[in-house]
């Protein structure tokens, strides 16, 4: 089963910029096809965005244009770059390995002035 490590995330406030990094611990990651989440208390998960071993993107209407997924395979890493960051954007941000089903830690995101 793929290890995912994710890092970044924190506390910013409205209109402020994060980004949160997804790390596979094996070389195999360039071929999958990999997603964000996130969860906010008290609500159930949600997409965020997802791309491809191809690197096409696929992106929710409420973060498009604010959000940019991308990967680095050379790292065996995926980033979520979140700018224009709203108070709704507060959550739980999980990465998850589509192939083997696994998930990364979560990473708190606070979005707060």
């Known amino acids: 089963q793929v290890q995912l490590v994710q890092s970044g995330g924190g506390l910013v406030q409205p209109g402020g910029s994060l980004r949160l990094s997804c790390t596979a611990d094996e070389s195999t990651f360039s071929m999958h096809h990999i997603g964000w989440f996130r969860q906010a208390p008290g609500k159930q998960r949600e997409f965020v965005a997802n791309?491809?071993?191809?690197?096409?993107?696929n992106y929710a209407g409420s973060v498009r244009g604010r959000f940019t997924i991308s990967r680095d395979n050379a790292k065996n890493t995926v980033y979520l770059q979140m700018n224009s960051l709203k108070p709704e954007d507060t959550a739980i941000y999980y990465c998850l390995d589509y192939y083997s089903n696994s998930w990364g830690q979560g990473t708190q995101v606070t979005v707060s002035s």
């Open positions: 791309i491809n071993r191809d690197v096409s993107t």
